[in-house]
Nanobody
Framework: QVQLVESGGGLVQAGGSLRLSCAASGRTFSSYAMGWFRQAPGKEREFVAAIIGSGGSTRYVDSVKGRFTLSRDNAKNTVYLQMNSLIPEDTGVYYC?????????????????WGKGTLVTVSS
């Protein structure tokens, strides 16, 4: 079992920045791919970014490329999503996810463990 706890959400003006963190339990953190998804009101959960266990490869949805950066610190069992140049369309609940293999699937059904989410609100 892996437990995930997100933090760092909040209210920010358009153009601002936030850094989300996801702390994971367990001794095999470095073997898990980690991902972030988001869900806006009335919309389906969508893939945002993912990173493999070693941190050597990442994947982003096109709408955040160049603005968001995903990283991980395996010594701290934590992943970080740095979000810059935020726009109102980035508003939603951001969920951290983990899966025990390297593949970084866009489909949320392929991810095994989930946090409870943290709310990000970007005002115009």
């Amino acid at each position: 079992q892996v437990q995930l706890v997100e933090s760092g959400g909040g209210l920010v003006q358009a153009g601002g920045s936030l850094r989300l963190s996801c702390a994971a339990s367990g001794r095999t953190f470095s073997s898990y791919a980690m991902g972030w998804f988001r869900q806006a009101p009335g919309k389906e959960r969508e893939f945002v970014a993912a990173i493999i266990g070693s941190g050597g490869s990442t994947r982003y949805v096109d709408s955040v490329k160049g603005r968001f950066t995903l990283s991980r610190d395996n010594a701290k069992n934590t992943v970080y999503l740095q979000m810059n140049s935020l726009i109102p369309e980035d508003t939603g609940v951001y969920y951290c996810a983990a899966r025990p293999s390297p593949a970084m699937y866009l489909n949320p059904d392929r991810w095994t463990y989930w946090g409870k989410g943290t709310l990000v609100t970007v005002s115009s």
